[in-house]
């Protein structure tokens, strides 16, 4: 088979050169290799270990035992590890190629990151030891804390919460926490939410209770301070409002907005899942915010999953950090406590977002990411991902329609305005990208732009990177406006699954494997 000049096959993996389909007798294309279900691999009647005969001993659990089989297959460890591996190789990851995925910063995971996790002293520790025996682990947590404070400028962080949507969760409470020690939990009910929001903003500002009034945006795709000033009443509680925004623009009028909320009583939430886009360049608490959760999994190079749950901490301002949640650190000189129960506690904790004290695994990796790139390093890193992002809006901006003029933040956003009359939606466009070997860009996201796709590339792509993933978008881009609607309707036609029916796969998921 051909390759060209980046050492890609030039036929598709499943064609011959003389572009016929390959069937292979396996199933298996190539050295990949086709793989059933666990339970289609291992039977019921199979164990992948000898167990000893149980002894004859009287059950204690008094008639709850099971009497029948418990039905999961026996299988061996090679059978096992082959399964997951095999699994693996259908899937995209960030260790595999670029991930465009906008609103979501999937950066390089620092191997030093998974070194420095793994010492004992981090990975053999328990949230159930005597504190007296993890001072070290709380020191770190401490550490954490000091930066993440530094770098926002802000006075207080929560460490538990799981991911950004639970940091939401927290930073909202404390709001309502504060509003109800000032009692006005009844008479603020409203939260003012931008059009362009990511879904889990009016998700939690309901979860908390109160009602939800939409903020459209202007033409220039940031907030409309006209509309805004008709809505700051004595009855908004707070505004939740990310920054640079979800069309990868920054909020010029960040601080007029902080300031009209404050004069009305209310709070500003800040969804910091942007930051990469300026952290070491603007000080959050220079902007007027009162509570802001940072994704350690966006910002700070953590795994997006994989392995349980992640990070989502919360920066407080001075008016709510009384009201962080349980547990949390108190440093006594080179001691460290973690507070666990508010009788033991002289501020006002909300209550407790999850059994221990958020997620140590994430906190070293970190923690490992802020202390190898410095200060100076880590604005560095938020200059190159608004370098990347717009030298790719440059490049795609010959056949491409960006959503709004100008520069963007570290995140390029285009509406379908250039797959007019082709045939070709959006959808379409993005399953052809899988074909090229890309995980497809974030679709649809923002509403507030039709057919959006907003493209994310990060600070750790190369040029030679971006420069392939421009040319092949381009490439896309020019065959769609040439006819060739065929090529995106079919796709994706390499991929080792073609178009699924997600939204049945969401709404009626089959839970259980069922053997008939
Ligand atoms: C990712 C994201 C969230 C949610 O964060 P999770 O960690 O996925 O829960 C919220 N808002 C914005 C703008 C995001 O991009």
Redesign the pocket.
């Known amino acids: 088979m051909a390759m060209n000049s980046t050492g890609r096959p030039t036929a598709p993996a499943n064609q011959n050169d003389a572009g016929q389909d390959v069937k292979t007798f396996s199933g298996s294309r190539g050295l990949l290799q086709q793989e059933p279900l666990l339970h289609e691999v291992g039977g019921l009647e199979k164990c992948g270990v000898d167990f000893p005969p149980i002894p004859d001993c009287k059950s204690r659990l008094d008639g709850l035992e099971r009497d029948n089989k418990i039905g999961l297959p026996g299988l061996s460890e090679p059978e096992v590890l082959r399964h997951y591996v095999r699994l693996s190789q259908r899937n995209y990851a960030i260790d595999l190629g670029l991930y465009p995925l ?4 999937m950066k390089h995971n620092p191997r030093l990151n998974e070194k420095v996790v793994r010492l004992p002293g981090f990975a053999d520790i328990h949230p159930l030891q005597p504190q007296s025996t993890v001072q070290g682990a709380l020191a770190l947590m401490g550490e954490v804390s000091h930066w993440l404070m530094a770098i926002t400028g802000m006075d207080a962080v929560a460490l538990s919460p799981k ?6 969760w927290c930073g909202m409470m404390c709001i309502r926490e504060a509003l109800k020690d000032r009692g006005e939990v009844d008479t603020r009910r409203r939260v003012l939410v931008p059009e362009s ?5 009016p998700a939690t500002a309901a979860a908390c209770g109160f009602e939800i009034d939409e903020l459209p945006a202007d033409v220039t795709g940031r907030v409309d301070m006209d509309v805004l000033r008709t809505k700051i009443g004595p009855d908004v509680a707070a505004i939740m409002l ?1 920054n640079p925004n ?1 069309c990868g623009l920054f909020e010029r009028d960040i601080c007029e907005i902080a300031d009209l909320v404050h004069e009305a009583g209310g709070y500003f939430y800040c ?1 910091g ?2 930051l990469n886009a300026i952290m070491g360049k603007t000080r959050v608490r220079d902007l007027g915010v009162d509570a802001m ?1 940072i ?1 350690l ?2 910002t700070f190079s953590t795994p ?1 999953g994989g392995g349980g749950p ?1 990070a ?1 901490p919360v920066v407080l301002s001075k008016r709510l950090s009384a009201y962080a949640p349980l547990p949390y650190l108190k440093a006594d000189g080179d001691s460290w406590t973690l507070v666990e129960d508010a009788a033991q506690s002289e501020a006002k904790p909300f209550g407790r977002m999850s059994a221990f004290h958020g997620q140590m695994g994430m906190f070293v990796r970190a923690l490992a990411y802020m202390m190898s790139h410095g200060a100076d390093g880590l604005r560095q890193v938020s200059e190159d991902a608004v370098l990347n992002a717009n030298y790719l809006l440059a490049c795609l901006s010959d056949e491409m329609s960006p959503a709004f003029d100008g520069a963007c933040m570290h995140e390029a956003l285009f509406d379908d305005a250039f797959l007019k009359d082709t045939g070709v939606t959006t959808l379409d466009f993005s399953k052809a990208m899988i074909d090229e070997g890309y995980h497809p860009m974030t679709m649809y996201f923002p509403l507030v732009v039709h057919g959006a796709m907003l493209i994310e590339p990060t600070e750790t792509e190369s040029k030679e990177s971006l420069d392939r993933f421009a040319d092949t978008l381009l490439a896309l881009a020019k065959a769609a406006k040439s006819g060739d609607r065929e090529r995106f309707v079919t796709a994706p036609v390499l991929a080792p699954l073609r178009r699924l029916d997600e939204t049945r796969a969401a709404r009626s998921p089959v839970l259980r494997w069922a053997a008939d």
């Open positions: 906008g609103s979501c910063t991911a950004g949507a639970h940091g939401e929001a990511h879904g889990t903003n990310t979800t969804d899942a942007n959760h994704n999994h966006k997006h992640g989502g």
